[in-house]
């Protein structure tokens, strides 16, 4: 039972343009969202959360979007940069019993920014 | 501040054999958190401990086990290696609370022959 998914394994943009990676979750528990960038051979490490009372959060190049109706966020990234190729995973928690405090990821999204 | 650390970076083991796998977290951070992460998975949750208690269980097999120190470092085993297990290993501290960013450590890459 996949509770947060990346429907798009992989995604391929030019430098310059907008990325725009999806994530979809199930658990309407859920209510804090983070998004990782996971280069290989390194751990994975944290691009920008959002909690279930906004909509948005920006940092930089990058914003997360929220649509609780929908169980949808995504992650936009502009412009796209070469040192952006990497695998991006969503995570997302919620307080529901035994859910709490823990982390739920995604399988990934392997994006490739081409100079 | 020292990030997470985990060892040992790589192993190869066979099958049948047991294995510890270490991680210190950040100082002062009192959970840790470990993923499992193999091609096409993702990052499966297998335990998180804090306050030398384990907090979460994911959904594997009783041969994963771990554990927490007062020191606030951890060690996992799995027991009665197989194949499958062969996989990337993820140590991940955060201070403790319900919310805020996990960090990680670079992983124990072990093989299973």
């Known amino acids: 039972d996949q509770q947060v998914k990346q429907n798009s394994p992989s995604l391929s943009v030019q430098e310059g343009r907008i990325s725009i990676l999806n994530c979809d979750y199930t658990n309407s528990m859920f209510d804090y969202f983070l998004w990782y960038k996971k280069y290989p051979a390194e751990g994975p490490t944290f691009l920008i959360s959002i909690s279930s009372i906004k909509d948005k959060n920006e940092d930089g190049r990058f914003t997360v979007f929220l649509n609780k109706s929908a169980k949808h966020l995504s992650l936009h990234i502009v412009p796209s940069q070469p040192g952006d190729s990497a695998v991006y995973f969503c995570a997302a928690s919620g307080n529901s019993g035994g859910s709490n405090y823990k982390l739920t990821f995604g399988k990934g999204t392997l994006l490739t920014v081409n100079p | 501040k020292a990030g997470v650390t985990q060892t040992p970076r790589y192993l190869i083991k066979t099958r049948g054999q047991q294995v510890t796998l270490s991680c210190s977290p950040i100082?002062?951070?009192?959970?840790v958190s470990w993923y499992q992460q193999t091609p096409g998975q993702g990052l499966q949750f297998l335990f998180e401990?804090?306050?030398?208690?384990?907090?979460n269980k994911g959904n594997f097999p009783g041969r994963f086990s771990g554990r927490q120190f007062s020191n606030s470092r951890s060690e996992m085993n799995v027991s009665t290696l197989e194949l499958g297990d062969s996989a990337l290993y993820l140590c991940?501290?955060?201070?403790?609370?319900?919310?805020?960013?996990?960090?990680f450590g670079e992983g124990s890459r072990l093989t299973v022959l």
């Open positions: 401990y804090f306050s030398e208690t384990q907090r």
């Open positions: 100082s002062g951070h009192r959970s």
């Open positions: 991940a501290s955060k201070t403790g609370g319900y919310t805020g960013e996990l960090f």
